[in-house]
């Protein structure tokens, strides 16, 4: 049986896609934080850059993600309009 993806809504698609993207950029803000932590317990100069990059970027990942995979979508379900869309070939089960 083939099934055709002709079209994705673009908004909850894109919202679950950056949540997943939080949960595997967590482990970076969690590393940032201990750098963070070692700065003001030794006062090496060199982790604190590090530990704001570690700490912030992720927010800036976030945001670019979730508009690049709005805008992919988008673009899909354009594609898909004029020229077809993914085609999954399916089995039933017995």
Do not use: C, H
């Not at 976030?62 to 354009?78: A, D, E, H, M, V």
Request: zero cysteines; a positive charge; hydrophobic letters at 50%.
């Amino acid at each position: 049986m083939k099934k055709e993806l002709i079209s994705f809504e673009t908004k909850p698609t894109a919202k679950t896609i950056t949540i997943w993207m939080a949960l595997f950029s967590l482990i970076f803000s969690i590393i940032g934080i201990f750098l963070l932590i070692g700065y003001g317990l030794s006062g090496n100069k060199a982790l604190l850059p590090m530990g704001i990059m570690y700490t912030i970027l992720p927010i800036f990942y976030l945001t670019i993600g979730y508009l690049f995979i709005r805008f992919t979508l988008w673009l899909y379900n354009k594609v898909a309009k004029k020229f077809g869309g993914i085609i999954i070939n399916t089995q039933d089960k017995e």
